[in-house]
């Protein structure tokens, strides 16, 4: 069983930054892709970001590129999100995952991902 924490999220103005943070308990963090999503009220779970297990390799959702960067140590079980250059279309409330899963996956599919945490809302204001 892995338990995950997201932590970070609050209220911050139109081109400022946040970083987020996802403690997972459980071992064997190391073998785990983990992915930030995101979601609106009404609106599916949007992908966001992912990286596999070393942290040798990104991924990200166009809407982010650029601005976003997904990371992971762990020595601490943690991956994180720093949110940088932040729009009033980026507030939702942030999810992130954990796969555990072998196999070949598509990263940006929700039902790809074994563990969720509960969720961190981040709030951008104009």
């Known amino acids: 069983q892995v338990q995950l924490v997201e932590s970070g999220g609050g209220l911050v103005q139109a081109g400022g930054s946040l970083r987020l943070a996802c403690a997972a308990s459980?071992?064997?963090?190391?073998?785990?892709?983990m992915a930030w999503f995101r979601q609106t009220p009404g609106k599916e779970r949007e992908f966001v970001a992912q990286?596999?297990?070393?942290?040798?390799?990104?991924y990200y959702a166009d809407s982010v590129k650029g601005r976003f960067i997904i990371s992971r140590d762990n020595a601490k079980n943690t991956a994180y999100l720093q949110m940088n250059s932040l729009k009033v279309e980026d507030t939702a409330v942030y999810y992130c995952?954990?796969?555990?899963?072998?196999?070949?996956?598509?990263?940006?599919?929700?039902?790809?991902?074994?563990?969720w945490g509960q969720g961190t809302q981040v709030t951008v204001s104009s």
């Open positions: 459980g071992h064997s963090f190391s073998t785990y892709a």
């Open positions: 990286i596999i297990w070393s942290g040798g390799d990104t």
């Open positions: 995952a954990a796969r555990v899963r072998a196999g070949v996956w598509s990263p940006t599919r929700s039902h790809e991902y074994d563990y």
